[in-house]
């Protein structure tokens, strides 16, 4: 056995426990009165292992991850800005963990309290007038607006709405929330300089338009500087506008997307108020809303009565597009961006925009200095910005994958690769404002490194990473050949 | 600044590099009358003492109550090993592993959980969870509308003894997708759904029945028989499970002559906090032939390039990320902490661990009950058998035994006025950590309330 992919079951023994964490066993009669015909049969294989085993086993498979406490991280759009660790103390203090969703008003009203200031610094911050915490990810929370939008038409009467826009460049999340929401996508092309086409946008919209979704700045790390016309031009349809929060960070602080006239938006608390990844979730997705999209916010908000709050319920909001988890979303997440919000406070929160936009503006430079082709280079980045590797995959057959792996062996984490989609060969590079410049530095000096090597010995390039736990894995054969649980031999 | 380490020289160097005089300059593409104001009505920054000190006030607010509510989240003891080790850093701030070279040890987990969860299911595969219980329900409603190809509808049945807030959730999800659910209503006396209540919808076309064991009132369904019933009318079966209950019940891969299609459920019992709500995780397995409709994250086993075994994503060609419109949810994540959390809780119990938990669980809310019930006027609403929840009727309105409880510091339950109409009646709860001591508390409480 290869120790290094160990798993949890090859070290369990039979009669081995870690007694002391599971309560002493029942007395068979206390489960007498349960059907025979119910009970089960034979003991699920859970791991039969010690506590110890247990801790080394995952302490030692976690130390195999990159993250942002080891390495930079600059996976584009994803925002791995440094979680402080006070906010994590802060939500896992008692009187927040051990509160019941269902637990009444009188008894959580610490709670709603930090709920309360959330959803009014979100509203500011955004410039929007309404806020529901509740979505639990970025794309429950498209889900949410685009069910708000569905739900503002439908309340007008007005059915023939069956579209809902997306430009060429978005997240794949974007067209599979407008089928969620029952709408056909219809897919807007972007111009070279990263824009969206004006002119092909106006002639999509129509009477079938029920709005468009865009991330502003755009997911070629740019911002949409024709914003205001779009808006009119979905707006005079009769569509909604719908913004993707994904980039939001770049512009915390320096405009709104409600004075760019979106309606209806959503926010990654995960990215841009510093919630951690957690190897992929769990994060929050809260939603805002223009004045004429209020009534139909998901439910559970928290309402304010003079000194004490409480939950909005039904009879507050009629309309509301109802209830997206059994209880407020997720909650502990929410604790976590409460304590960034007041860390932050206004000052800080100004500040975000333009630190994260400085080292993105930074490292574009340096890295064609050093020899890369910016995406867009007459734009200035937003928070994040594109190269492409066309030139030297043709060049030398080294393709952006292929460098990707290979900052891994420089300790580096590697940028988002392949999106967006309509630029070739790119890598997306999203710094944070919490990384310092020789942090920044580190990176572009590997970065310049790998170009050295990509033209005098590919094969270096193309073999990588070498230092990594394993190489690249066979993708066709995980597919192929499923083996998504595992049995005993 | 907090947060942000560059120096006032480092500032000059990074601006000297790009060519611009000030960081305002790198904003010039942004028209000016959109530029934001001051954000005055944020706050002034807070220390980290200052922001401790402030929520630390707030959750203490919340605290002192002896809480006897489960209507889906439950009070267990959580081992100190589970979140010292899931909130480790690797872990905390590592993300979706798109870079599986640099990303073993989430994968491996991941693994590791589908392989548990699969095995507390008795199912053949499962997902890398997904939000919550409710939301995965929804999940599954979709899916098994992709999977039932017999099926030329869009209609599924639901039983009203499944969670309320569940059928809420599942009807708000897909609602817009011209899904219908039609309600089956539960037998008044025995607090289930019988195979005669479905009688009247045998022979048309639904494309699942969906089974919550147990139901909501805590009461144990016929799963076998509700399972062949569905299966012999061309109907797939979501199964509703709390992952407690399969240490002692048997698992949804057994039911019937041939097994449930589809899992879901809540993960949060497995070792995640009650926390407000979340975040928890919903799990989802399903049998093998139903795969490529699941949605979510999955984790295969493979080798590398050297042969040497290794985890990577697959099947991603059902994921939004490559798929767009047509894939089989928008969703892009799991709840990897929450997820991972309850990885490293399963294997710390074991199988004979979880057994004790739900032996507990299940003899503290009989104590419970037979105490309440010995009360004047208080029964017991169902005749059945019961896993860790009871539902008892109370000579008087349950809203306001609730709250004059909850006066005294007992959050004594979950009312069924608003969502079944049952105005005296209501849910009850006494998990693991519930002592003997805080049981009598409780009854003598509620002899006071009622008197």
Redesign the interface.
């Known amino acids: 056995m290869n120790r290094e992919a160990q798993l949890i079951f090859d070290v369990s023994k039979a009669g081995r426990r870690a007694f002391s964490q599971a309560p002493k066993p029942v007395a068979d009669d206390k489960l007498s009165d349960l059907p025979a015909g119910l009970r089960r049969q034979s003991k699920p294989m859970l791991p039969e292992v010690s506590e110890l085993q247990v801790v080394r086993h995952y302490t030692n498979l976690s130390s195999k991850n990159f993250a942002i406490d080891k390495q930079f991280y600059p996976l584009g759009s994803c925002t791995m800005k440094y979680n402080p660790r006070g906010a994590n103390r802060a939500a896992m203090l008692p009187g927040f963990l051990k509160r019941h969703p269902l637990a009444p008003e009188s008894h959580s009203q610490g709670y709603l309290a930090c709920l309360f200031e959330l959803q009014e610094f979100l509203k500011e911050v955004t410039g929007m007038k309404g806020v529901s915490l509740t979505p639990m990810a970025g794309a429950q929370g498209e889900f949410a607006g685009v069910a708000m939008i569905r739900a503002y038409h439908e309340a007008r009467n007005d059915h023939a709405r069956t579209e809902i826009l997306v430009p060429e460049a978005a997240h794949g999340t974007n067209p599979a929330t407008a089928v969620m929401c029952g709408y056909k996508v219809r897919e807007v092309p972007v111009n070279n300089n990263g824009d969206v086409d004006l002119e092909a946008l106006k002639a999509a919209c129509g009477p079938q338009t029920a709005g468009l979704m865009m991330t502003n700045p755009s997911t070629c790390g740019v911002f949409e500087r024709q914003i205001e016309a779009i808006a009119k031009a979905v707006h005079e349809s009769g569509g909604l506008l719908y913004y993707d929060g994904a980039n939001l960070n770049a512009i915390l602080g320096k405009v709104r997307p409600g004075d760019m006239g979106f309606d209806v938006i959503h926010m990654n608390l995960h990215k841009t108020f510093a919630t951690p990844h957690g190897g992929g979730g769990p994060g929050a997705g809260p939603v805002g809303v223009s004045e004429r999209l209020k009534p139909f916010l998901p439910t559970p908000i928290v309402g304010q009565d003079g000194d004490s709050y409480r939950w909005l319920s039904d009879a507050d909001l009629p309309q509301t597009i109802g209830h997206l988890s059994a209880f407020m979303g997720n909650a502990g997440v929410l604790l976590r961006a409460y304590y960034y919000a007041r860390a932050l406070g206004r000052e800080g929160m100004l500040r975000v925009g333009e630190y994260s936009s400085l080292a993105a503006n930074y490292m574009l430079k340096r890295l064609q200095q050093v020899g890369y082709t910016a995406a867009y280079p007459e734009r200035r980045a937003s928070h994040e910005f594109i190269i492409t590797l066309a030139k030297e995959s043709k060049a030398f057959d080294v393709s952006a994958m292929d460098v990707a792996k290979r900052l891994l062996d420089y300790n580096q984490h590697a940028p988002t690769t392949y999106f967006p989609l309509l630029v070739p060969e790119c890598l997306l590079i999203e710094p944070t404002e919490t990384e310092t410049k020789e942090a920044l530095d580190e990176f572009i000096d590997a970065m310049a490194k790998i170009l050295e090597e990509a033209r005098e010995n590919p094969e270096l390039v193309k073999g990588a990473p070498y230092s990594q736990p394993v190489r690249r894995l066979d993708d066709v054969r995980a597919a192929r050949e499923l083996n998504l649980v595992w049995k005993p031999a | 600044?907090?947060?942000?380490?560059?120096t006032p020289d480092?500032?000059q160097?990074?601006?000297d590099?790009?060519?611009?005089a000030r960081?305002?300059d790198?904003?010039?593409?942004?028209?000016a009358h959109?530029?934001?104001g001051?954000?005055?009505?944020?706050?002034?920054?807070?220390?980290?003492m200052e922001?401790?000190a402030?929520?630390?006030?707030?959750?203490?607010?919340?605290?002192?109550?002896v809480?006897f509510?489960g209507?889906?989240?439950y009070?267990h003891?959580i081992?100190a090993?589970v979140?010292?080790?899931a909130?480790?850093?690797?872990?905390?701030?590592?993300?979706?592993?798109?870079?599986?070279?640099?990303?073993?040890?989430?994968l491996?987990?991941i693994?590791?959980y589908?392989?548990?969860i699969?095995?507390?299911t008795?199912m053949?595969?499962?997902n890398?969870?997904v939000?919550?219980?409710?939301?995965g329900l929804a999940e599954a409603v979709l899916m098994a509308l992709r999977a039932n190809r017999k099926s030329k509808t869009n209609r599924v049945l639901m039983p009203t003894a499944v969670?309320p807030?569940?059928r809420?959730?599942t009807?708000?999800?897909v609602t817009?997708?011209?899904v219908t659910i039609e309600e089956v209503p539960f037998c008044n006396e025995r607090g289930v759904t019988s195979v005669d209540a479905l009688a009247q919808y045998a022979g048309e076309d639904y494309a699942a029945l969906v089974i919550a064991q147990p139901n909501f009132f805590g009461c144990?369904e016929d799963?076998?028989a509700l399972t062949d019933w569905a299966h012999a009318n061309n109907m797939l079966v979501i199964a509703v499970v709390n992952p407690t209950s399969?240490?002692?019940?048997?698992?949804p891969g057994?039911w019937g002559e041939n097994g449930v299609d589809i899992v879901v459920g809540?993960g949060q019992p497995l070792g995640v906090?009650?926390?407000?709500?979340?975040?928890y995780?919903g799990f989802m397995c399903c049998k093998?032939q139903h795969?490529r409709q699941m949605p979510g994250?999955?984790?295969?086993?493979?080798?590398?390039?050297?042969g040497?075994?290794?985890?990577?994503l697959?099947?991603q060609?059902r994921?939004?990320?490559?798929?767009?419109?047509?894939?089989t949810?928008?969703?892009?994540?799991?709840?990897?902490?929450?997820m991972?959390a309850a990885?490293?809780y399963?294997?710390?119990?074991?199988?004979?661990?979880?057994?004790?938990?739900a032996?507990?669980c299940?003899?503290n809310t009989?104590l419970l009950a037979e105490k309440l019930c010995s009360i004047n006027g208080v029964t017991r609403r169902f005749a059945s058998?019961t896993?860790h929840e009871v539902v008892i009727e109370l000579p008087q309105s349950a809203n306001l035994t609730?709250?004059a409880l909850?006066?005294k510091n007992i959050?004594g339950g979950?009312s069924l006025a608003p969502a079944y109409g049952f105005d005296n009646a209501m849910l009850i709860c006494a998990t693991?950590v519930r002592t003997l001591d805080e049981i009598e508390q409780y009854a003598a409480a509620l002899a006071e309330v009622l008197a």
């Open positions: 600044m907090p947060y942000i380490p560059h480092d500032v160097v990074m601006l590099a790009i060519g611009v960081i305002e790198l904003f010039d593409e942004i028209p959109l530029k934001a001051a954000l005055e009505k944020l706050p002034d920054g807070l220390t980290e922001v401790t402030l929520m630390s006030a707030r959750a203490r607010q919340d605290e002192g109550a809480c509510i209507a889906g989240a009070e003891h081992p090993a979140w010292e080790v909130t480790r850093g690797e872990y905390y701030t590592a993300y979706t592993p798109y870079q599986a070279e640099a990303s073993q040890g989430t491996q987990t693994y590791e589908q392989s548990m699969a095995h507390l008795g053949d595969v499962s890398a969870s939000y919550d219980g409710a939301s969670h807030l569940y809420r959730a009807r708000d999800i817009n997708q011209g144990l799963v076998d399969l240490a002692l019940l048997k698992p057994e809540e906090p009650l926390s407000s709500g979340g975040p995780f093998q795969v994250r999955i984790i295969g086993r493979t080798v590398d390039m050297d040497k075994p290794g985890f990577a697959t099947l060609a994921e939004q990320h490559i798929r767009r419109s047509k894939a949810s928008n969703i892009c994540t799991n709840q990897g902490l929450a991972t990885t490293i399963m294997s710390l119990l074991g199988a004979d661990g979880l057994a004790s938990v032996g507990h299940h003899a009989n058998s896993f609730l709250k909850a006066a959050l979950y693991e």
